[in-house]
């Protein structure tokens, strides 16, 4: 199963894929020759691969693909090779592995460099050493690439890179703009309609239109898979998610397309929370296809112990159910389970044992609470004689038992330049966000996260983002401002978030209370966990510094 959710360091915009545009395709020999190289990064063989990527170059210097797959391999294999000397520690080998990446970098650069004066008429070689620069330092990409695009107009690589760096600057306008230049100077390729039309999620009416004719005109395109997968995935109900999701996985194959796979495995979750014999016939399906899947064989096998313990409880079966419910795993990583506690506490109350209810509910409400599992809280609470005062306490005392004291720190403000300390929000519930302006699953977040920021900025919510990414933070404060959102920028690196808050992707998110303990980690990629995360607003809210 694949995960857009959580941006390592390596993950970038989830619009910004390599640009490799019909043009720039590659001749059939260098696009052999990347495929050798594909399939020994696969294998981990990443020093062969990148010779393999330096090949396709030389075959076909205007193959962009093969450039960023190059310089991707070239810096795999040297952290490798670090990762491989197991008589260093953690800490040496993340500093080694820094310092000999920065020396692969600087070589890098100073190779192209001197292709680039040798051949001051191609475009790709400015467009390449903005590349190099991508993560690191975007306004000296910039640079390069609006090189690429004056040394040849028709470069449509150099637009869609300063779309990019448009795009960090929160500067929709010249994106859109720009998407639609790309996708002009490249009318047959799907990945460049696809990214134009995922920069219009702001126009509801033209998003729609765009993503329809890109499906309409590239039919069997993995870019056109991807579009309607997400544009499934920003509908507002589930029932509208259902229905475009239905439509991906009928008209793009799962098993051939691998955003239909996705799309399909969303939809068996929207079918489990409100049809749960659907979910249960869509994983059969899936898994009539392939046998040997094992992602599918775990959801059929969810499905299957659901629907026994559902029915042992209508046997009036509670042992039964009970025996089934408890022997269920949770079939992928972040699957919504809480329709299988919920499950738990209907069998418990029908083996007469309310108040075993009552606390698994409270238990799991606890550490991630939602609406449906708090109204079946009173309902049992109510059982066992509990009025909602009552389990209000003891679901704060269970809240406050599993919380710690969060990890105090003081950080220059982006905005102004000013030191900003997590204790002087003492006395506030406060969400700190670690992000970089380049993380995708990071700005798939924001709009839910501003969305609670806005709700609760009268109870004196604030958010603190830290920017990770050094040579990204000449576009947090513009990102920011651009898109609207009330967030304080803070400076941040790489290095501070891992050793200081253990942060080890991007978006990495804390939930402090007024008293300045850390109580939640939320992850706020979709409606649901938007709704669980105001739960936990609410209930930080409410207890204040008790």
Avoid at 178 to 190: C, F, I, T
Avoid at 273 to 295: F, N, V, Y
Avoid at 493 to 514: C, K, M, Q, R
């Amino acid at each position: 199963m694949q995960s857009f959710r959580i941006c390592t360091m390596a993950i970038v915009l989830v619009a910004c894929a390599l640009p490799s545009f019909c043009q720039f395709n590659g001749s059939q020999a260098a696009r052999a020759a990347d495929e050798l190289g594909n399939k020994a990064r696969t294998s981990g063989n990443f020093a062969e691969a990148a010779k393999d990527y330096k090949q396709a170059i030389s075959l076909d210097p205007n193959f962009v693909t093969a450039y960023q797959d190059y310089f991707s391999a070239r810096h795999a294999a040297a952290w490798k090779a670090v990762k491989s000397k197991s008589k260093l520690s953690t800490a040496e080998k993340e500093k080694r592995g820094r310092a000999i990446a920065d020396r692969v970098t600087n070589s890098l650069i100073k190779s192209f460099q001197i292709f680039a004066r040798e051949h001051p008429e191609m475009a790709v070689y400015p467009w390449a050493l903005g590349q190099i620069y991508d993560e690191s330092d975007p306004l000296r990409e910039e640079v390069y690439c609006r090189r690429a695009v004056h040394i040849d107009p028709s470069f449509a690589p150099g637009y869609q890179c300063l779309a990019d760096v448009a795009s960090l600057r929160g500067d929709q306008e010249r994106v859109i703009s720009l998407r639609r230049k790309v996708m002009e100077l490249e009318p047959k390729s799907a990945e460049a309609a696809f990214l134009y039309s995922w920069e219009l999620q702001s126009q509801p009416d033209a998003y729609r239109e765009a993503t329809i004719q890109l499906v309409q005109k590239f039919p069997h395109a993995p870019r056109a898979a991807q579009a309607l997968y997400w544009y499934a995935d920003h509908q507002k109900t589930d029932a509208t998610a259902a229905k475009y999701f239905e439509q991906l996985y009928k008209q793009f194959p799962p098993k051939q397309f691998d955003w239909s796979e996705d799309g399909t495995e969303e939809l068996f979750g929207i079918y489990d929370r409100t049809d749960p014999s659907q979910a249960r016939k869509l994983a059969h399906e899936m898994l009539s296809t392939d046998p040997t899947d094992k992602d599918w064989a775990a959801l059929a096998s969810y499905a299957d112990a659901m629907a026994k313990a559902e029915q042992e409880i209508n046997e009036n079966n509670p042992a039964g159910a009970l025996s089934t419910v408890k022997a269920i795993k949770s079939p992928a990583y972040d699957f919504d389970m809480r329709r299988q506690q919920l499950l738990f506490a209907r069998a418990l109350d029908l083996a007469g044992k309310q108040s075993e209810a009552y606390q698994s509910l409270l238990t799991d409400y606890a550490k991630h609470p939602t609406a449906k599992i708090h109204a079946a809280l009173a309902e049992y609470g109510a059982k066992v004689g509990k009025n909602s005062q009552e389990i209000g306490t003891a679901v704060w005392s269970a809240m406050k038992g599993n919380s710690k004291p969060a990890i105090p720190f003081t950080l220059e403000d982006l905005a102004d330049g000013e030191p900003v300390s997590l204790e002087s929000y003492r006395g506030r519930v406060v969400i700190v966000d670690f992000w970089f302006p380049n993380c995708g699953p990071c700005r798939q977040s924001f709009p839910y996260l501003q969305r609670i920021a806005s709700k609760y900025r009268r109870n004196g919510l604030a958010v603190l983002a830290i920017n990770g990414i050094k040579g990204q933070e000449p576009f947090a404060v513009q990102f920011l401002k651009s898109e609207g959102y009330e967030f304080i920028p803070l400076k941040g690196s790489e290095i501070w978030d891992e050793n200081v808050y253990h942060v080890h992707a991007y978006p990495s998110t804390f939930l402090i209370g007024e008293d300045g303990r850390l109580y939640f980690r939320p992850h706020i990629y979709n409606r649901l966990e938007e709704s669980a995360t105001e739960l936990e607003v609410n209930e930080l809210l409410a207890h204040g510094r008790s």
